[in-house]
C-alpha cells in the first residue's frame, strides 16, 4: 500500500522559508511524475509546483519563489519556498500517481496526509 508522509510544515512570518519533505513508500509507482499541492480554507486543492521527467514546472503565483526536487534514491520529493506570504498559508499535500503531467488536482490518484504552513504578516 502507497504511502506518503509530508513533513516540514509550520509557522514562518512573511519573507521566511521553509523547506517541505515527502518520502514516498510501499508502492511501485510512477516516480517520473510527483507533484506539490496546497488547499487553503475554503478554497479548492491547487497545483503549485511538478516535477515531471525530471522538469519541473511550477504555477505562476509560486514561480521564482518555490523549488521543487526530487530525490530518487531516498523516494523523496522536496519543495523549498522562499519570501512566503501570508496568502501561501495552507495545508500542503504532496501527490503521485497521475496519466500525465497536470496542475488538476483531480487527476493525482494517491496523496499524503498533508502538513500545515501558516505565514504570519
Known amino acids: 500500500q502507497v504511502q506518503l508522509v509530508e513533513s516540514g510544515g509550520g509557522s514562518v512570518q512573511a519573507g521566511g522559508s521553509l523547506r517541505l519533505s515527502c518520502v514516498v513508500s510501499g508502492y511501485s509507482y510512477n516516480t517520473n511524475f510527483m507533484g506539490w499541492f496546497r488547499q487553503a480554507p475554503g478554497k479548492e486543492r491547487e497545483g503549485l509546483a511538478l516535477i515531471c521527467s525530471g522538469l519541473p514546472y511550477y504555477r505562476d503565483s509560486v514561480k521564482g519563489r518555490f523549488t521543487i526536487s526530487q530525490d530518487k534514491k531516498k523516494d523523496t520529493v522536496y519543495l523549498q519556498m522562499d519570501s512566503l506570504k501570508p496568502e501561501d498559508t495552507a495545508i500542503y499535500y504532496c501527490?503521485?500517481?497521475?496519466?500525465?503531467?497536470?496542475?488538476?488536482?483531480?487527476?493525482?490518484?494517491?496523496w499524503g496526509q498533508g502538513t500545515q504552513v501558516t505565514v504570519s504578516s
Open positions: 501527490a503521485v500517481d497521475v496519466g500525465a503531467c497536470t496542475f488538476s488536482a483531480s487527476s493525482w490518484k494517491q
